[in-house]
């Protein structure tokens, strides 16, 4: 007698060959490009959050992998390097002499690489090796130095015409709010000089992630306009600002004491975050607060909403004025991946019954990709949402692929994404341990002969409905949030953006 799983999957079978073929047809299908590593398990992007141009029109991207060489100074973790992708390839671009780690934060249209590199000279502000800023340009790779006497700095993306953005420590004098030691300010660099762009008043300040901006002479991020820590957030005044043509302009916030943008488009439109009157919801901290996102627009501040609850989270900005995020629901009850446009404010949903998403980049041809969540987090999946249509990316690769997508972070407008997956070992919650980047690249680009017909719809059946046959301690999701997951989710929303770095 067959068993019940074996009946199960028999049917699936012959439900996924009765579908009508026009079902797979409808959307685009990829060629998936398992980025792997440098020798180690892991591969990863950049820790500056959403926003990053990870990936160019040519199909060249950017990240850092794991080498075979352990660290020493570190229980299970091994030295990991900035790398190029090229047609799947991946080339390691080293460190400074004498340093273990680099990271390549974003790609240009030409290919260059902005990151940074840990170099010989110990800092003893952070009792570790000094980071400095890198441009990794064609096969050379430049060190941009610091500003003033810092020790310290990164570049965070740079752009078509050849800027390079970033921060750096301007001086060695301990900084109590960063991460870093002393205080840093951002830069721009261009053919060998780096221009120190200020502060709003206080000590520190930071650009923000790119997304599409390629403009030489715009710049956003966030700023202390003071040094005294407020009751209710426990930390100095920030504000947003937009560095443009020279100058720093200031931002206001909605209210709050904490924003800050998350980036510009090349209209000089900015997007980003910041807490409401009162700093409600803060109690003491800056991952709890009560936040929308704003969207600036040369003077004219406005408020972009949520879903009805309580925090919401721009990740992009397009030239068309597009912004995605995510917001929590009426009662904080789910959060679900959100479009703002034209003043108006779009649920994007969820992937079947999940309680969670997010939307982490939009491209000018309207295409958003992000990731969904099961209620429990016990399953994620890359998303990709089209004509209004919330897709399982993992549907629109072959059903034999090497990995299962669970994160979609930058989009090309050719349609190139790249995101995070997990070989068929790798859980969910050893993410980091052993997931790869991947690329997906549309057949109409990568060629038929690359891309298998097999459009994956048994896969999607499986993976949707029968979840608990490969994950046997999966239990069937209902469709309700477990209490007190939105506000964790949200914390974690909080650190990825500019509030991580205080």
């Known amino acids: 007698m067959k068993s019940s799983t074996s009946i199960l999957i028999t049917a699936m079978v012959l439900t996924a060959l009765a579908l009508p073929a026009q079902l797979g047809a409808q959307h685009t299908r990829y060629q998936l490009v398992d980025l792997g ?48 992708s090229k047609n799947g390839v991946l080339s390691d671009l080293g460190t ?147 560095w443009e043509n020279g100058t720093m302009v200031d931002i206001p916030t909605l209210g709050g004491t904490l924003a800050g943008a998350q980036c510009a488009n090349n209209r000089g439109q900015v997007v980003g975050q910041s807490n409401l009157i009162g700093d409600s919801g803060c109690n003491g901290s800056t991952t709890s607060c009560d936040q929308h996102p704003f969207l600036w627009d040369h003077g004219a501040l406005v408020d972009l909403g949520a879903l009805g609850g309580s925090y919401s989270v721009a990740t992009w900005l397009n030239d068309a004025g597009e912004a995605v995020g995510g917001s929590s629901t009426a009662g904080d009850e789910l959060f679900h991946a959100t479009l703002w446009k034209d003043g108006a404010i779009t649920d994007l949903g969820a992937l079947g019954d999940d309680c969670y998403s997010l939307a982490q980049a939009v491209n000018s041809q309207h295409e958003i990709v992000g990731r969904s969540f099961s209620c429990d987090f016990s399953l994620l999946r890359a998303a990709l949402w089209e004509k209004g249509t ?41 993410e980091d341990q052993c997931g790869h980047d991947f690329v997906l690249i549309p057949c109409e680009i990568a060629g038929t002969q690359n891309c298998q017909d097999n459009i994956g719809i048994l896969s999607a059946i499986v993976q949707n409905n029968v979840v608990s046959i490969h994950r046997r301690t999966t239990a069937p999701q209902t469709r309700s949030a477990r209490k007190g997951s939105v506000p964790a989710w949200r914390r974690r929303l909080a650190a990825r953006q500019f509030g991580s770095w205080n």
């Open 37 to 84: 590593t440098l020798g180690g398990p892991a591969s990863y992007r950049s820790g500056f959050g959403d926003g990053e141009t990870i990936v160019n029109e040519r199909g060249f991207a950017t990240g850092i992998a794991d080498t075979s060489i352990p660290d020493p100074n570190c229980s299970g973790c091994f030295y990991s390097h900035a790398f190029q």
């Open 96 to 242: 400074f002499p004498g340093g273990h780690y680099s990271y390549g934060n974003a790609i240009n249209a030409s290919g260059w690489i902005a990151g940074s590199s840990d170099t010989a000279q110990f800092d003893p502000l952070t009792g570790s090796l000094a980071a400095h800023a890198a441009l990794w340009k064609n096969s050379e790779m430049i060190d941009l130095g610091t500003l003033g006497t810092g020790l310290e700095s990164a570049t965070v993306y740079v752009t078509n015409g050849g800027e390079a953005v970033g921060y750096s420590t301007v001086d060695t004098v301990p900084d109590p709010f960063l991460y870093l030691g002393a205080s840093p300010h951002p830069f721009i660099w261009k053919n060998g000089a780096m221009r120190d762009l200020g502060t709003l008043g206080g000590p520190d300040a930071m650009p923000t992630n790119g997304c599409d901006e390629q403009r030489g002479d715009l710049v956003a991020g966030w700023s202390l306009t003071n040094s005294t820590p407020n009751t209710t957030t426990g930390f100095p005044t920030q504000h947003a600002f937009v």
């Open 390 to 430: 919330a897709i399982d990316l993992n549907t629109l690769i072959p059903a034999n692929s090497s990995l299962r997508l669970v994160e979609a972070v930058d989009i090309t407008d050719r349609g190139e994404i790249y995101g995070r997956g997990l070989p068929q070992d790798c859980g969910e919650l050893d």
